[in-house]
């Protein structure tokens, strides 16, 4: 069955230190892998996919993902915090090779961004 | 370009009374979904529409929540009668084409549902 784990309730970072939120997935088949943010009181707003090609992902904001099938991880990254990147992070997957087009979406992460 | 709209907002109901939500999808895109979210978790999707058919409901409450797309473009998604544990932010995106697994969608800022 697919699945997708975002190991961590809540990362706090400083800001201008680089950010990671975590990211693993299981699937069957070829995965495509997708970040969304959700600030508050408003809707979730796309970051980055990857569907495929190259194993690192540049998306909205200065956000990156490195797509690793090996540790079957897709974590989200970005070198430099900001405190309005403060968010709720939610990673989701689809199964390639499955023809149910349902996105299975993490419980998400809280990021938290200190002056 | 406009986004997903939704209203209301907010809604504060009591149980067993029957509540509704409307959503607008971006102009063009034939593809609508309402998702449920529960706080402290992610999105589950309750129907999938392709312009005015239903690809999905496999997760939708048929007993108690309805769905419709107009004419392949406005939904409105309705709970009859509603309990306790529908209390959840209701969000309605929208993207092209089928291919939802691939093609990113965009979201409405989500109806807040509380049940008393």
């Known amino acids: 069955a697919q699945s997708v784990a975002q190991p961590e309730d809540q990362v706090n970072v400083a800001e201008g230190n680089p950010l990671t939120v975590k990211c693993t997935y299981s699937v069957s088949g070829n995965p495509y892998l997708f970040w969304y943010v959700q600030y508050p009181n408003r809707g979730l707003q796309f970051l980055l996919k990857?569907?495929?090609?190259d194993n690192l992902v540049k998306g909205s904001y200065g956000f990156e993902a490195e797509f690793n099938k090996s540790q079957t991880s897709f974590h989200l990254k970005k070198p430099s915090a900001l405190v309005s990147d403060s968010a709720l992070y939610f990673c989701a997957v689809r199964d390639g090779e499955d023809s149910n087009y349902q996105l299975i979406w993490g419980a998400g992460t809280k990021l938290i961004i200190k002056p | 370009e406009a986004g997903v709209a939704q209203s209301p907002r907010y809604k504060i109901i009591e149980k067993r009374q029957s509540v509704a939500f409307w959503c607008n999808p971006i102009?063009?895109?034939?593809?609508l979904y309402w998702y449920q979210q529960i706080l402290g978790q992610g999105p589950k999707l309750l129907i999938q529409f392709q312009n005015n058919g239903v690809v999905d409901d496999s997760q939708l409450p048929k007993d108690r929540f309805s769905a419709e797309r107009l004419k392949g473009v406005d939904s409105t998604l309705k709970i009859q009668p509603a309990k306790l544990e529908d209390s959840a932010v209701y969000l309605c995106?929208?993207?092209?084409?089928?291919?939802?697994?691939?093609?990113?969608?965009?979201f409405g800022p989500g109806t807040r549902l509380t049940v008393l």
């Open positions: 102009s063009g895109h034939a593809t």
């Open positions: 995106a929208s993207s092209l084409g089928g291919h939802a697994g691939i093609i990113e969608q965009f």
């Open positions: 990857y569907i495929t090609g």
